[in-house]
Antibody, heavy 119, light 111 residues
Framework: QVQLVESGGGMVQPGTSLRLSCAAS????????MHWVRQAPGKGLEWVAV??????NKYYADSVKGRFTISRDNSNVYLQMNSLTAEDTAVYSC??????????????WGKGTTVTVSS | QSALTQPASVSGSPGQSITISCTGT?????????VSWYQHHPGKAPKVLIY???KRPSGVSNRFSGSKSGNTASLTISGLQAEDEADYYC???????????FGGGTKLTVL
């Protein structure tokens, strides 16, 4: 079945880096735009970044621009997170873009991986 | 980009209908028919209920419906059921790059 499984979360100190992975299965990954979305404790969902199916286009939320980098390979999407702060503490989920462009809604989601930034 | 505005909570009894609003601006919700709605049971993966304002993915109950008027989109759930108790989020294209923005979320309680 269609599935997205995130990994790579953990507890890190402020100012350090972390790389999240999302393994996709059950669909033709190369045809889909992919997103990262996060949810801080007690807060709502926040869109983080998106990468097009062909890797040509990447877009980021202002809150992570210049610090986070989204990438992908044949069956995984990644989120490289640098210069982490406490405000980046959240559950990070990857999601498949739906529709013809894949940019404007997400039709399949993973359960997420938890990132805690604390000294 | 500021988050879209949703009520923090709504409630209803089984069998009733409820509506959750999602207010944006003329730059996002008001201009583009690119509003989606998600149901999120804590600890589980979110599920898309509505996309492009009023379209329902296959497999989603027709008890869920979406609409839009001006800068405000709405999700209506009819025939409330206990399993509808969850957090609900709206999302819209912002009109900038290919960015999207979520609402703050609404907790639905089924009494």
């Amino acid at each position: 079945q269609v599935q997205l499984v995130e990994s790579g979360g953990g507890m890190v100190q402020p100012g350090t880096s972390l790389r999240l992975s999302c393994a996709a299965s059950g669909f033709t990954f190369s045809r889909y735009t992919m997103h990262w979305v996060r949810q801080a404790p007690g807060k709502g969902l926040e869109w983080v970044a998106v990468i097009s199916y062909d890797v040509d286009n990447k877009y980021y939320a202002d809150s992570v621009k210049g610090r986070f980098t989204i990438s992908r390979d044949n069956s995984n999407v990644y989120l490289q997170m640098n210069s982490l702060t406490a405000e980046d503490t959240a559950v990070y989920s990857c999601a498949r873009g739906g529709g013809s462009t894949g940019y404007y809604y997400m039709d399949v989601w993973g359960k997420g991986t938890t990132v805690t930034v604390s000294s | 980009q500021s988050a879209l505005t949703q009520p923090a909570s709504v409630s209803g009894s089984p069998g009733q209908s409820i509506t959750i609003s999602c207010t944006g601006t003329s730059n996002d919700v008001g201009t583009y028919n690119l509003v989606s709605w998600y149901q999120h049971h804590p600890g589980k993966a979110p599920k898309v209920l509505i996309y492009e304002v009023n379209k329902r993915p296959s497999g989603v109950s027709n008890r869920f419906s979406g609409s839009k008027s001006g800068n405000t989109a709405s999700l209506t759930i009819s025939g409330l059921q206990a399993e509808d108790e969850a957090d609900y989020y709206c999302c819209s294209y912002t009109g900038s790059s290919e960015d999207v923005v979520f609402g703050g979320g609404t907790k639905l309680t089924v009494l």
